[in-house]
């Protein structure tokens, strides 16, 4: 069954700290894959995309994420993180359907 | 509107009773989603609209739970006989196209509470 796999459940930062937040998904074929933010007492918003071409791609905030297909991985990446950026994030992805697979979060916190 | 609207925000509802969650995606988005996320948990897909059709509905978890969307932009989601574990967080999102090439625009969710 298709599935996403967040490694981190809980990530406690200081503020200016690297981030890197693990994804790995489970389909063999061809894929669209998104990291979705949700701020405290906020909807889902989505943070970038991939859906073909550079497999490095940069989002707002100052976040990128790096498709690896050998790895089946989409890591989401911040060389400093910020306070603001307190939040929950899920890696989700699209394999041969209009479903989307969402992990099961992890949730950051940094501190100020 | 400019995002996905859905009311009520919050429904605490009794055991048994009929429950009623409305979503207004995007102006002329034509594909919608159903998605629930329990406490802990990422949201878990529940059904598709393309149009006013369910071109999908094999997440819904039984016959207890149905959606509409009968004129292809608002939907509704119903919930019969509701039961404790139906308490969650239910998500509608909507989308431009139903190509490949899309991303999902998501609500704020209907917090629903079965006491």
């Known amino acids: 069954a298709q599935s996403v796999s967040q490694h981190n459940h809980h990530v406690i930062l200081s503020e200016a700290a690297s981030l890197e937040l693990g994804c790995n998904y489970s389909?063999?074929?061809?894929?669209?894959l998104f990291w979705y933010v949700q701020y405290p007492g906020q909807h889902l918003q989505l943070l970038l995309k991939?859906?073909?071409?550079?497999?490095l791609v940069k989002g707002i905030k100052g976040f990128e994420a790096e498709f690896i297909k050998s790895k089946f991985s989409f890591n989401l990446r911040k060389p400093s993180v910020q306070w603001s950026d307190t939040a929950e994030y899920f890696c989700a992805f699209r394999g041969g359907t209009y479903k989307y697979i969402f992990g099961t979060g992890t949730r950051l916190k940094v501190l100020a | 509107g400019a995002g996905v609207s859905q009311t009520p925000s919050n429904k605490v509802t009794e055991k048994g009773k009929y429950v009623e969650l409305r979503c207004d995606p995007i102006?002329?988005?034509?594909?919608l989603y159903w998605y629930r996320q329990s406490l802990g948990q990422g949201p878990e897909f529940l059904i598709y609209f393309q149009g006013t059709g369910a071109a999908d509905d094999s997440g819904l978890p039984n016959d207890r739970f149905f959606a509409v969307r009968p004129e292809g932009s608002v939907s509704t989601l119903k919930i019969q006989r509701t039961e404790r574990g139906d308490s969650a967080v239910y998500l509608c999102?909507?989308?431009?196209?139903?190509?490949?090439?899309?991303?999902?625009?998501f609500g704020q969710g209907t917090r629903l509470t079965v006491v």
């Open positions: 389909y063999g074929g061809t894929v669209n």
């Open positions: 991939y859906f073909s071409g550079d497999p």
């Open positions: 999102a909507s989308s431009s196209k139903t190509g490949w090439d899309t991303e999902a625009f």
């Open positions: 102006s002329g988005h034509t594909a």
